[in-house]
């Protein structure tokens, strides 16, 4: 773009959250000077840092993690040597137990017993022969590749801790996005072998800056700052002026006092509800009552000081009880020792999901912290004598929330949004979509490129299920009808995994192999196990001992996973053959229509 172009352009951008900060970084490298209006006395949105009597805390432990080759590099470019690499440690807190998440296999084991493990393979086995046709549910998706009993033990609570809806009302979009590629199969084989592709729910290693992620977004403020840009906080913008499909100016109030902001260009982060909400003249009335029908899910943190130097090694902690209404613990000296002053003393931030008004969100801070307090001691992470002092901060429209009807309301918003000439929205709120924070920088820079450079990248496309190209197609190809045709056989006729029906039938047999030799061996008798002792034909080596139970082990999970392995194969062999003679004779079809045209 040309000098005497760029001049021309003033950008307004609303929202100083990881996306709207970063929009306006990128702004400033084409020599403009960006105002970026923020509601919040702090930069960074949902990754601001908030602090307390020198405590620092993270809204909702942000790891710095990414794909995205610009976005890592904004990264550095910012902060540097101020980030810690630290490893991931996380685990499950269910049924009074702890579990590592990524699981382990003794730790599992020895939580779940032999008999639940067995269920949990045995209900995975069912799962995976008799699959749901429609994945439409959080419920169902996770059902399938998890078999239900682990659906019931470790995602139902939590997960509906954090909708406030059933597993039955939640969309499956969300799943997929946030538990992308991660399977029974996944986890089994994590417990044992390193994989070699990075499965973000499986992140063991991570960067974070030394203060909390508000240390970055603060940075980014202040290098907008130094190049003419304008960071302005406390600016509530509450009225959106447009003519017919340009937006003209911003109405921005700030402390009592509303001041008229003008620009060519808009970017918003702001909640996309709000954004229809504010303008003027009002959207129609279909687009009004389609925005006032997509929610958001709200949460507050309790932050408990501790008058511990050290309680757990965790970085956070799920909690799968629903006897507490706390949802997820962070440990924020895990995350960097410098978040906390004073080393004698430990500060966890108790995460409860809640909307606003509702009676957690009303409760007061005192109410809250004493109810901290209580659940801490009940689940066992440290006593209530200990805590010291605590503080509470809310956060609104944490989470679009993917009910049953979302994704319709959402394309009548969308389709009026891009009607829009001179404005586009982007980041987690601005796209209603439950994106990281490196994802919702990307919308960002995208944006930047589509005013700069006259691009026209498909902001609303960007999400944890793409590589995050730089240019989306625009294009049908004859790879794009392919993709379509296998999505559809895949509904149809849902893939058997070999391995992971191999691995389950596998444990399985071996367990009950196991748990049979040495029931038949606590039982006794003159002759132990006649019958089973016949196995010892098959099996060389095997007898009805305690010596010979763990080489039942063994050899029940090698002839399990041969036959479940075998099985699959087989069935997905039949499967695709059929596919391919009704896709054959399809096109002969197609073919003998052909000439009969001609």
């Known amino acids: 773009m040309a000098g005497e172009e760029s001049a021309k352009k003033q950008v307004v951008v609303i929202g100083g959250g990881p996306a709207g900060l970063t929009a306006g970084y990128e702004l400033t490298k084409f020599h403009l000077r960006p105002v970026v209006l923020e509601k919040e006395s702090l930069v960074g949105g949902l990754a601001r840092t908030e602090s307390y009597q020198g405590f620092h805390f993270d809204m909702g432990g942000h790891r710095f993690f990414t794909k995205v080759e610009e976005v890592k590099k904004m990264w ?29 296999p003794l730790n599992a084991l020895r939580g779940l017993g032999f008999l639940q493990s067995i269920l949990i393979v045995l209900s995975f086995i069912r799962w995976q022969l008799f699959p749901y046709r429609r994945e439409d549910t959080f419920e169902q998706w996770v059902t399938n590749r998890f078999g239900r009993r682990l659906f019931l033990t470790f995602f139902k609570t939590y997960t509906e801790k954090v909708w406030g809806i ?125 925005a006032a029908r997509l929610t958001y899910r709200d949460f507050l943190t309790v932050v408990l000081i501790i008058d511990q130097p050290h309680l757990f090694e965790d970085n956070w902690v799920y909690i799968h009880d629903p006897s507490v209404h706390v949802g ?52 066992g992470l440290a006593s209530a004598e200990d805590v010291v002092d605590g503080c509470v901060v809310r956060i609104e429209k944490a989470y679009p929330v993917y009910n049953s009807d979302y994704r319709e309301h959402l394309s009548v918003v969308r389709e009026f949004i891009e009607g829009l000439e001179n404005c586009q929205t982007i980041g987690r709120n601005g796209l209603h979509r439950y994106n990281n924070q490196d994802h919702a920088m990307f919308t960002g820079m995208l944006a930047v490129r589509n005013i700069v450079l006259g691009q026209h990248n498909d902001l609303w496309s960007v999400n944890t299920d793409q590589e995050y190209q730089e240019e989306i197609r625009e294009q049908v190809t004859e790879h794009d009808l392919e993709e379509v045709l296998q999505g559809a056989l895949t509904e149809v006729f849902l893939k058997i995994d070999r391995v992971a029906l191999g691995l389950s039938v ?46 039942g082990l063994l050899y029940g999970f090698v002839s399990g996973f041969v036959i479940g392995w075998a099985f699959g194969f087989l069935r997905n062999a039949t499967v695709f053959l059929y596919v391919a003679v009704v896709h054959r004779r399809a096109e002969l079809q197609a073919l003998r229509r052909l000439l009969e045209y001609f």
């Open 328 to 379: 997820r613990i962070q440990n924020f000296k895990n995350w960097s020792p410098d978040m906390v002053p004073d080393p004698t003393k430990t500060s966890l931030g108790l995460e409860y999901f809640c909307t606003e008004g509702d009676a957690m969100w009303t409760m007061s801070d005192t109410e809250l912290i004493a109810m901290g307090r209580q659940e801490i001691d009940r689940i």
């Open 506 to 551: 596998g444990l399985a047999a071996g367990m009950l192999l196991f748990l049979a030799t040495l029931g038949l061996v606590l039982k006794g008798g003159t002759i132990v196990g006649p019958t089973l002792g016949l196995l010892g034909q098959y099996f060389p080596g095997y007898t009805v001992t305690p010596a010979g139970s763990l080489l």
């Open 166 to 290: 059933s597993c039955s009302e939640l969309k499956a979009e969300w799943a997929a996005q946030r538990i992308k590629n991660l399977s029974l199969k996944t986890a089994l084989m994590s417990m044992f072998i390193k994989p070699k592709n990075t499965i973000k729910t499986l992140i063991e290693e991570f960067d974070y800056p030394r203060f909390g992620p508000g240390m970055m977004w603060n940075a980014v403020k202040a290098e907008i700052e130094r190049q003419q840009g304008t960071v302005r906080l406390n600016s509530n913008v509450v009225r959106i002026n447009r003519t017919a499909n340009r937006i003209d100016s911003v109405v921005v109030r700030h402390q009592g006092s509303e001041e008229l902001i003008r620009g060519t260009d808009f970017i918003s982060s702001m909640p996309v509800t709000g954004f229809i909400k504010a303008l003027a003249p009002s959207a129609p009335l279909a687009v009004q009552s389609a």
């Open 76 to 104: 550095q470019e910012v902060l540097g040597d101020e980030f810690l690499h630290r490893a991931r440690l996380s685990r499950i807190y269910y049924d009074g137990k702890f579990f590592f998440y990524p699981l382990k």
